[in-house]
């Protein structure tokens, strides 16, 4: 078995070893993770943090030791605090590194970070503050930085990093905490998913208070939230419908 590291700003993971496939998710600076199969130019890897599979390209990763890898904080502390932080390479270059991104593998690569870092588990209250950074950010299927981002992205990055450990899909994501029985259960900070009409969850947001959510549609927003979805005020309609209301922490 082969174990790798993220050693640039981000890398997409792409559902089949081809440059014109689908993203289905990025690799953040210092994300690390299994190489289930290695090919001439791309790999098929398994992120050590939520155990998503996809394909990235051989000269966009760089490979560790199995004593390397599990030497990794399995809980992901010492995340990036920053919209744009920085690290030194060993030849003196600046390497930006985004929001979330993971600091503490720095060393590892011969790197000296430079930025502010989020550090253990946060308050419930502090994950709005998180998901306020993201506001604006684009919609990106599969992205997970503030320059680009999907619903599950943002879920998951804003626990990350407050120290929460999410699913990457909405689907997933749906199968995690203790479901409630009514909106008005809900506290700030618990997640509210949204399914199609084939019944298939396919969206997720982040319940603010006074019936407000704040999720991704076309980029991060903020919009009302009632029994019946997501109502859009400025379209005067409902843009997702809901299907159930999640405590997580």
């Known amino acids: 078995m082969q174990y790798g590291i993220c050693p640039l700003s981000i890398v997409p993971i792409r559902t089949n070893p081809d440059d014109c496939a689908e993203m289905s998710s990025q690799l ?15 790999s ?35 995340i990036s605090a920053d919209i744009i932080s920085h690290v030194c390479t060993h030849d003196g270059m600046l390497l930006p590194i985004l929001l979330g991104s993971m ?9 000296t970070f430079e930025g502010h870092i989020f550090e ?12 306020f950074l993201y506001l604006k950010a684009p919609y990106l299927a599969g992205g997970k930085s503030p320059f680009g981002i999907d619903g599950s992205g943002l879920a998951q990055m804003v626990y ?31 997640l509210a998913f949204f399914d199609n009409n ?5 969206h ?17 927003r903020i919009d009302r939230l009632d ?12 843009t997702h419908k809901l299907r159930v209301i999640k405590k997580i922490i």
């Open 28 to 42: 953040l600076y210092g994300e690390h993770f299994k190489v289930l199969e290695s090919r001439k130019k791309w």
């Open 227 to 238: 029994h019946t979805g997501i109502f859009n005020t400025e379209e005067k309609l409902y």
């Open 103 to 111: 600091a503490e593998p720095a060393s590892l690569l011969h790197h």
């Open 198 to 202: 084939e019944g298939i969850i396919d």
């Open 160 to 190: 990350k990093i407050n120290g929460y450990a999410l699913e990457r899909t909405a689907g997933g994501q749906s199968k995690q905490g203790e479901a409630l029985s009514f909106i008005e259960e809900s506290e700030p900070g618990d």
């Open 120 to 131: 253990g588990k946060k308050n419930k209250e502090s994950l709005v503050d998180t998901a």
């Open 204 to 220: 997720v947001g982040i319940i603010l208070k006074d019936n407000y959510i704040i999720h991704v549609n076309g980029h991060v």
């Open 44 to 78: 098929r890897i398994r992120v050590a943090y939520d155990n998503f599979e996809g394909w990235v390209t051989n000269n966009q990763i760089t490979l560790i030791s199995e004593e390397e890898f599990e030497g990794f904080d399995k809980t992901a502390s010492h």
